[in-house]
């Protein structure tokens, strides 16, 4: 075999992205792949699932592959912290998980999330606004990540001057493997996570006073049978909120519009044929795949994929590469705008655990992308793209653009 396979260093994603050669390599000599290297010293080896048929059956029995033993993330961890952040619904099984999702349910209905449109559509507007005068921006800092803490803030009933302070500790949560965020190694991260517990806290003393028509309020309150969220469990969803709200939605945005800098046709298409936007962010979701990887453990024999798996074992998900399974889609290293059907894993395998904010995330990228196309059809890339060095988010730390922008039309 000539393809080095290395899944988790996070050099390798850093310097050029996701591995897709040694994954296109794995789903088709080894779609259940034993990775003796841990990726840390002390780590275990673990199973890297490529396929997305196998990734699925992971998903959909968590009877037999848990999120909570230890927990749903790559990186080891034990002892009070990994008590408290089974705490997240990320790192909960059913019954626990069930439970949680249907307090969290009443904040993300239909009618809450469309509720919002008119408002992203002025968010967005606003964005570009506030860089039409000079030319150029920096898209993460200036569009890509601003987009979704404002949404975050509505949604959470929280002072919109407080996004930027929201996406300070979201981005020294998410890249803790990255020196930009990480000094030094550890700790900033685990200040972040208090920080955003206590922020957390204050909101909801301030709506137990003062209760809004927000997901706050309504997590607060008793459900069906009496019961409520411990406090613990308020803060925790409120960190998983920022953390997933943010990152998914910022780095679907800053790699969808590297993927048209990177494919022009495509975006000469988009422009020619603004009717394809929905199936473009489908196309963008599954091309970036924002969530590289998530992590189950194996409660009991099993196999999977040919493979034997004992109790214990440690079952990594690449949804990256289950989102290029040639067994699934046409042609899947094409970026295709139209493509469709397109069952992609953007939002997870299916299970309990498929994304409660599917319907957001993509409703803010598609009027993103229909703003920027209207008002911004020129622009180009303007400097040098730095990616986040992480092996668990395929993100973006900077992409400089250029452009002209036109005033709306609404």
Not at 275 to 289: F, K, N, Q
Not at 296 to 312: F, K, S, W, Y
Not at 359 to 373: G, K, N, P, S, Y
């Amino acid at each position: 075999m000539g393809t080095e396979i290395n899944l988790v260093d996070p050099d390798v994603y850093q310097r050029g992205g996701v591995p897709h050669e040694a994954l296109r390599w794995l789903r088709e000599h080894a779609p259940v792949f034993w990775h003796a290297d841990g990726g840390a010293p002390g780590w275990p080896g673990f199973w890297a699932v490529t396929r997305r048929a196998e990734i699925e059956q992971v998903s959909k029995t968590p009877g037999t592959f848990s999120s909570s033993r230890p927990l749903a993330t790559f990186a080891e961890s034990s002892g009070p912290a990994t008590e408290i952040q089974r705490l997240i619904m990320l790192n909960m099984d059913p019954p626990q998980h069930t439970r949680q999702r249907g307090f969290v349910n009443r904040g993300f209905t239909a009618r809450m999330v469309a509720r919002l449109e008119k408002h992203i559509r002025e968010i967005c507007d606003g964005l570009i606004d506030d860089v039409a005068v000079r030319g150029t921006a920096e898209f993460v800092r200036d569009i890509a990540a601003p987009l979704p803490l404002y949404v975050i803030c509505e949604l959470m009933g929280a002072p919109v001057a407080d996004r930027m302070g929201l996406f300070a500790l979201s981005s020294r949560l998410a890249g803790f493997d990255d020196p930009d965020f990480r000094t030094p190694p550890g700790e900033r991260a685990l200040t972040a996570g208090a920080e955003m517990c206590a922020y957390a806290r204050e909101l909801a003393a301030q709506r137990r006073q003062q209760p809004r028509d927000d997901i706050v309020t309504r997590l607060l309150q008793p459900d069906d049978a009496g019961e409520v969220l411990s406090a613990s469990e308020f803060e925790m969803f409120f960190v998983l909120l920022v953390v997933a709200g943010n990152e998914t939605t910022r780095n679907a945005a800053a790699g969808g519009m590297l993927a048209f800098f990177e494919h022009p046709g495509q975006w000469q298409r988009l422009l020619a044929d603004p009717g394809l936007i929905p199936t473009a962010v489908e196309e963008i979701i599954r091309w970036v795949s924002p969530a590289n990887m998530l992590r189950r453990t194996a409660v009991r024999d099993t196999v999977l994929g040919g493979q034997r798996i004992a109790e214990g074992d440690k079952i990594v998900l690449f949804y990256s590469s289950a989102n290029r399974d040639e067994d699934v889609f046409d042609n899947p290293f094409a970026f295709d705008i139209g493509r469709d059907p397109n069952p992609h894993v953007g939002f997870g395998g299916g299970g309990p655990h498929f994304c409660l904010g599917r319907h957001l995330a993509a409703l803010e990228l598609r009027v993103l992308f229909e703003t920027i196309a209207e008002r911004m059809p020129a622009i180009g890339l303007d400097g040098e793209v730095r990616r986040l060095r992480s092996n668990l988010i395929n993100g973006i730390k900077e992409m400089p653009v250029r452009f002209d922008v036109m005033p709306p039309r609404r």
